[in-house]
């Protein structure tokens, strides 16, 4: 498909993140993260911090280590899965329009998770796609609609494990902690599935209504969005392999401390604060998430030190490690972009 290739000036100017850390949006959003974190561990839980220190200073460091390697591991499948949606929309390792390798897509993913873990309204969706246009070219508005059919998949799979693993741990009785979050996922995804099925439909129309130039950008988002669902058992497949390791995760966080969480509770917790980091309010839902996740561990029958202590720890894997990693990558990024405009265009073409 010819068009696939559009240019995006959009992406050629979009700015570095560390511009937008610093926006007064993205500091007040951190401010209200701790205000909730502050809330919640000292005023709510009334926390014995000395009690919480000793239950991490005693963790198995080896399920720490191994906790930390299994969370690691989902951004191979995730990059996998973003690979075959891009395949999906005409991108081929051996066509002329060849795409990024796994570990490529990988690093593209970690930056774009980083940039999310940092600012507000998960500005690292569209960060994803200026990325992947300016190392392959790719056009913004296909890749914009490969992530969204991304985040709609992950979201359909997400509501199906996390409904089936409710009704296994709670018998179908669910705690408010976890039937809002659930109800919530359950209209987006009507939402979502609605929207899909219209937007074909609705073609001729937004035609009449757009400017030529931007129904073009429209027909890449549409042709990224409804071309990325093919070979859907593949895409289900990595889906669920993604959410299995998130909960997986946290299972082995909770062993590290020795605390009695079922694999089917696990999962439960770990899918809800899935949902949770994507409050828009705060960088990845700092704060909120860390509060569900408080409540719902209690839930599970865990005393409030536990809870905390299992939750701090699986936001340093899943959040804090991702800022400090994601930080060292994203200098050398920019480092990699500086030097290569400052060679001169004649330089470094010449055969040996």
């Keep these: 498909m010819g068009h696939t290739l559009g240019n995006d000036s959009v992406a050629e100017g979009a700015p570095p993140l560390d511009r937008r850390v ?10 209200l993260a701790f205000v909730v974190l502050y809330l919640v561990y000292r005023q709510v839980l009334d926390l014995d911090w000395r009690e919480v220190w000793v239950t991490m200073r005693g963790a198995n460091v080896g399920l720490l280590v191994l906790s930390f390697v299994v969370f690691y591991c989902s951004y191979l499948f995730r990059a996998l899965r973003w690979k075959a949606l891009l395949e999906n929309v005409g991108y081929d390792p051996n066509t002329a329009r060849p795409i990024l390798s796994t570990l490529g897509l990988a690093k593209i993913m970690y930056l774009a998770w980083f940039a999310n873990c940092i600012t507000v309204a998960r500005l690292g969706d569209a960060y994803r796609g200026y990325l992947l246009k300016r190392t392959t070219g790719i056009s913004l508005m296909v890749t914009l609609g490969t992530v969204l059919a991304e985040r709609l998949l992950d979201l359909l799979i997400l ?9 296994i741990f709670y018998r179908g009785t669910l705690p408010p902690e976890a039937a809002q979050p659930l109800a919530i996922s359950l209209v987006l995804s009507i939402v979502g599935i609605f929207g899909l099925l219209s937007m074909r439909r609705l073609r001729e129309l937004v ?12 027909s890449r988002f549409e042709h990224g969005t409804l071309g990325s669902f093919r070979r859907l058992p593949l895409l289900i497949a990595y889906s669920a392999i993604g959410w299995v390791i998130e909960g997986t995760t946290l299972y082995l966080t909770a062993s590290a401390v020795g605390a009695p969480v079922p694999v089917v509770g696990a999962l ?4 809800i604060a899935a949902l949770l980091t994507a409050v828009p ?5 700092l704060g909120f998430t860390e509060a569900g996740m408080v409540l719902l561990l209690q839930w599970l029958g865990l005393d409030a030190p536990s809870a905390a202590t299992i939750t701090l720890l699986f936001r ?6 991702i800022i400090g990693l994601g930080s060292v990558l994203y200098a050398f990024s920019i480092k990699d972009v500086a030097g290569a405009r400052s060679v001169p265009s004649g ?4 055969k040996p």
Excluded: C, D, Q
């Excluded at 330089?347 to 010449?350: H, L, M, N, R, T």
């Design 268 to 271: 439960l917790v770990a899918l």
């Design 281 to 285: 309010l705060t960088p990845g839902g």
């Design 207 to 218: 035609g009449r209504i757009l400017p030529k130039g931007l129904y073009a950008h429209y």
């Design 347 to 350: 330089e470094g073409s010449s």
């Design 22 to 31: 610093f926006r007064t949006r993205t500091v007040v959003s951190f401010l």
């Design 159 to 167: 509501v199906a494990m996390l409904a089936s693993a409710a009704l």
């Design 316 to 321: 340093f894997v899943n959040y804090w490690s």
